[in-house]
């Protein structure tokens, strides 16, 4: 900002495609009232009651869908999953906020801890081990098939380091009859089989097509001295869905800025600084595509770790999500009614 003038940035594609940057006499992010559904909120991971927490045969609770059938949930799972999971129409993408597991795929156990975003595509079939006590996942589904940009490589993620993947000597050793859930568009259909199709012997060929990176070990671009776009590591063909990094870094404020064809949903994974509003893990900010927003600076004084999901459909908060969120406002994403300034 300079005297009292107020950048802006429209911008088409996310932040791959056409922009046109203003100065504004005055910022043009504020409301001091809002109603309807296409409304900025914060929502809180942790208080999604997730079903799946009391109850192991449950499945993770939607919080938000797209139009584009973009499904968001939550899982709180505390035990393991008391049947093999296989997604038919959905490239599934995990993100572990709090607690560790051990997936037991089709190719072996791929051990996971807080931070880890977990890709997992279509007709892979696993189940998951809580190995603490408690555990807390936000889970993504989407209709496309999910792979990491080919720009992530090698400067925002170091693949030979930070990229793992399931250990076929860890096999999976459940025996006996075993039961099979099959999602698709219209449903679950559930299969009985008389022994356990997540055995393997050896990996012969090939590479098993599960794989984890870790928030941490994704670095954030900058463009100095500003700041500049962010840059996504994983992306779907169409761009319907692209994952951020969106830790602090280096730069000044970003502009107030229009996303015209994506709606963005943030969630702060830990500080130890606070992320303009957010400072407590696991929460997350709503904001719908054509709302102007203002984020805060991303450099303050000891860093924060925070991820970006854009959403090319729009999103709507399912009931179960309504119930963990609250409106907001767009500047440092305070709730509305606390802090409109
Ligand atoms: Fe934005």
Known sequence: MDGNTYPHNWSREGFLGDFVVTLRPHPINEYTEVTGPHAPHRID????????????????????????????????????????????????????????????????????????????PRAASYRVVPTTE????????????VSMNPLAQPGMINAARSVRRPDP???????????????????????????????????????PPVWKVNLAEIQP???????????????TPTKDLLLY???????????????????????????????????????????????????PREDPEGGYLAWLIESGGTLRLTSEGLAAAELMETSLFHPLKQDDA
Do not use: C
């Open 45 to 120: 991971l942790t208080a999604i009651k997730a079903a799946d927490a009391t109850d192991p045969a449950e499945l993770p609770t939607v919080f938000a869908r797209s139009r584009n059938d973009l499904t968001l949930s939550v899982s709180a799972r505390s035990e393991p999953t008391p049947f093999v999971w296989r997604n038919a129409e959905y490239d599934e993408v995990h993100f572990v906020q709090e607690g560790e597991l051990d997936y037991v795929t089709d190719w072996g156990t791929l051990s996971v801890v807080p931070g880890d975003f977990v890709f997992l």
């Open 134 to 145: 408690s555990t807390l996942r936000a889970i993504i589904e989407t209709p496309e098939m």
């Open 169 to 207: 000597t860890r096999t999976s050793r459940a025996s006996g009859e075993t039961t099979l859930l099959i999602r698709t568009a219209d449903g679950f259909t559930r299969f009985t089989m008389p022994r356990d199709p997540l055995a393997m012997t050896e990996v012969v060929y090939g590479q």
């Open 221 to 235: 671009v900058a463009y100095l001295p500003a700041g500049g776009p962010p840059l996504h590591f994983a992306e």
């Open 245 to 295: 990094t969106l830790s602090s870094r280096p730069g000044g404020r970003p502009p107030q800025h229009h996303n015209a064809d994506y709606d963005e949903i943030v969630f702060y994974f830990r500080g130890p600084a606070p992320y303009g509003g957010l400072s407590k893990p696991g929460s997350g900010i709503w904001i719908p595509k054509a709302v102007a927003h203002w984020g």
